[in-house]
């Protein structure tokens, strides 16, 4: 039997990156880079941080969560990295050579690549029992293959956890549905997730079937609702100076932001929850700090990150303390 270690399990690190895509990134990403540096000053009161550069590693951008290993502890005691294939969120993006090669300069030791599976780090989250997957975005990637087959080879990778699926995304997402916006365990009792009552809302029909699959999960877990903003349209400023390519996702006015306060990042020490200049971010903050238990809450502005697709959860990686990194 093997252990599934969650986010916010004792003894981490973490990993972040920064970033410098020209044609992800505004003003030649920095922006962006002000952004991961405050991050990283921020969670180093609490974590080791390993703060990867492009000067010191090779990588293509920074969505650590959806390119490196998920971590489970054999009954030995020794750590696995289990390794998805990572193919650019079902070509959005196809610049990913150095992506794809990341986790084999810092992990080369510990990885286990899983039997023909497409997905990211993203696609999931677990409280070391119980997990949500997201199955719109699994298909996506796998369009081969049914569901039942689909379902057979995860539970297979994933096994020791159950495995519960929703079919269903974020009109926001560029991914497909990944389940960090959608839902997230910050404890082993407590999983929050997005939640709107405004029919207009055009992720409304989404969240009803979320909340519904939610309730079927073990009755011990707390099922905490959030406010979800509606699609969130940039500024002109918000895509100055990027340059689009053949390769990537264009970024231009008509490209949505998905705003989620669930794409957070939860650890055992502290929660830090995105912030979007919006009317909901106090009401979001309030009702995480409600069920943070002894952990310090703290916010941080996330909309920069957004603009490139992501959020706090989908930059940061956690680590086992004891696996040694080779750049610190």
């Given at each position: 039997m093997v252990y599934w270690r969650p986010d916010f399990a004792p003894g981490?690190?973490?990993?972040?990156?920064?970033?410098?895509?020209?044609?992800?990134w505004r003003q030649s990403?920095?922006?962006?880079?002000?952004?991961?540096?405050?991050?990283?000053?921020?969670?180093?009161?609490?974590?080791?941080?390993?703060?990867?550069?492009?000067?010191?590693?090779?990588?293509?951008d920074i969505w650590m969560r959806d390119i490196l290993p998920l971590w489970y502890q054999e009954e030995s005691g020794e750590w696995r990295g289990l390794l998805m294939e990572f193919d650019g969120w079902g070509d959005v993006q196809q610049t990913i050579e150095q992506d794809s090669q990341l986790p084999e300069q810092l992990f080369a030791e510990q990885l286990y690549p899983v039997s023909k599976l497409i997905g990211?780090?993203?696609?999931?989250?677990?409280?070391?029992?119980?997990?949500?997957?997201?199955l719109a975005a699994l298909k996506s990637r796998q369009p081969e293959l049914t569901v039942k087959q689909l379902s057979r080879r995860v539970e297979k990778n994933l096994a020791g956890l159950e495995v519960y699926f929703f079919d269903g995304k974020?009109?926001?997402?560029?991914?497909?549905?990944?389940?960090?916006?959608?839902?997230?365990?910050?404890?082993?009792?407590?999983?929050?997730?997005?939640?709107?009552?405004?029919?207009?809302?055009?992720?409304?029909?989404?969240?009803?079937?979320?909340?519904e699959v939610i309730e079927q999960l073990p009755p011990e877990i707390t099922k905490v609702p959030l406010p979800l903003p509606k699609p969130q349209q940039p500024l002109a400023q918000d895509r100055a100076g990027i340059i689009s390519d053949s390769q990537?996702?264009?970024?231009?006015?008509?490209?949505?932001?998905?705003?989620?306060?669930?794409?957070?990042?939860?650890?055992?020490?502290?929660?830090?929850?995105?912030?979007?200049?919006?009317?909901?971010?106090?009401?979001?903050?309030?009702?995480?700090?409600?069920?943070?238990g002894n952990r310090k809450v703290v916010s941080h502005p996330a909309r920069e990150l957004v603009l490139g697709g992501g959020g706090l959860h989908c930059v940061s990686h956690q680590v086992p303390a004891d696996i040694a990194l080779p750049v610190i």
């Open positions: 981490q690190q973490i990993v972040l990156a920064q970033p410098y895509r020209r044609d992800v990403a920095r922006p962006a880079r002000k952004c991961i540096e405050s991050l990283a000053q921020l969670l180093r009161q609490y974590h080791p941080i390993c703060l990867l550069t492009p000067q010191t590693v090779s990588y293509d990211e780090g993203g696609m999931l989250t677990h409280n070391g029992q119980v997990a949500l997957m997201g974020l009109s926001a997402d560029e991914t497909s549905g990944h389940m960090d916006n959608l839902a997230l365990f910050i404890a082993d009792d407590v999983l929050l997730y997005c939640a709107t009552e405004d029919p207009t809302h055009p992720d409304f029909l989404t969240c009803q079937k979320l909340a990537s996702l264009v970024r231009d006015l008509s490209l949505p932001i998905c705003c989620s306060y669930t794409n957070l990042i939860a650890t055992d020490k502290v929660i830090v929850v995105p912030q979007f200049d919006l009317s909901t971010d106090e009401p979001a903050l309030d009702v995480i700090q409600r069920y943070a």
